[in-house]
């Protein structure tokens, strides 16, 4: 829907020297995966798994192709939220076409019946308050009513030094690089080749900037999240489940990331040059 936005990236991606290095995977037969399996099978579970890979590889496909399906679904909707927007901007039923987004289906509807100002008013009035309740954070697991993270007074000094945090290690590999940290896709656009990206979370949209990256940090996440499921397609270093990384590191930081131990480290700039361990 913004063209625009696409340019930056494909600029990095062209200009990104890790690009030339992505190769399409080769699809491995049953036989080929049973083979490479570490622990001996018996018959029985040889034979069990010959039946079960390929239903599960058939899974997957599907689910890829039922995330398009939404993918596309979601975009037919927007778009035409977006053309009602205007048309009740046109008919004096709005004043914003961006505030159809803050009004419920039946709201909707009575906004255009009886142009009632109370709806429109309570429209203007969540869309003040989405930019505050957007950037709260909140747990990975919540019980009860959720409650979000409040931010405490923690001393972070004790960050301005050498120092490590560990997380879950999801995809293994030890690098050494600069910090790149990024709230929201929004600032993604600063991402340098080599950076290794350090950020709460990703989803689809952050995908195309994989390829300039050298490995990848998260404070949520687990074995499945995107970012873990990514940089494993990408070969990344990658550690998910680093509590407090986006505020103990700064961009321009030099760190190792160790992607088999799960740990981060920031370590002093000049004590070796910025490349792979």
């Known amino acids: 829907m913004k063209p625009k936005d696409l340019i930056p990236i ?12 992505i190769q399409s995977k080769k699809e491995l037969s049953v036989e080929e995966v049973l083979s490479k399996l570490n622990n001996p099978i018996s018959g029985s579970t040889k034979r069990l798994l010959k039946l079960i890979l390929p239903w599960s590889r058939e899974a997957v496909r599907q689910r890829e192709q039922t995330k398009s399906l939404v993918i596309k679904t979601v975009d037919w909707l ?13 008919c ?13 289906l039946d709201e909707i509807k009575e ?11 309570k429209a203007m009035r969540r869309s003040r308050l989405h930019s505050k309740l957007d950037k709260l954070q909140f747990p990975e697991i919540i019980l009860g009513i959720p409650k979000a993270i409040e931010e405490d007074d923690e001393d972070v000094s004790k960050y301005s030094s050498t120092f490590s945090l560990t997380g879950i290690p999801v995809c293994q590999g030890k690098i050494k690089g600069v910090a790149r940290v ?14 290794i990206l350090i950020t709460h979370s ?29 940089a494993r397609e990408y070969g990344l270093p990658c550690v998910v489940g680093v ?20 740990i981060i480290y920031k370590v002093n700039s000049e004590d070796s040059d910025t490349n792979e361990l």
């Open 202 to 230: 990703t989803d689809i949209g952050w995908t195309p900037y994989f390829p300039m990256l050298s490995g990848v940090v998260t404070v949520l996440g687990g074995l499945i999240s995107h970012g873990a499921v990514v």
């Open 243 to 262: 509590q407090k990384a986006m505020s103990a590191f700064k961009s321009g930081d030099t760190v190792i990331l160790d992607g088999t131990k799960g």
């Open 111 to 121: 906004v255009i019946e009886t142009r009632r100002p109370g709806l429109v008013s």
């Open 182 to 195: 990024v709230s929201n896709l929004n600032e993604a656009r600063t991402i340098q080749n080599g950076d």
């Open 92 to 104: 004096g039923r709005l004043p914003d076409k961006e505030l159809i987004f803050f009004l419920t």
């Open 10 to 21: 494909l600029q990095n991606l062209v200009a990104s020297p890790n690009i030339l290095n």
């Open 78 to 90: 927007r778009q035409t939220c977006n053309r009602l927007g205007k048309l009740m901007v046109e």
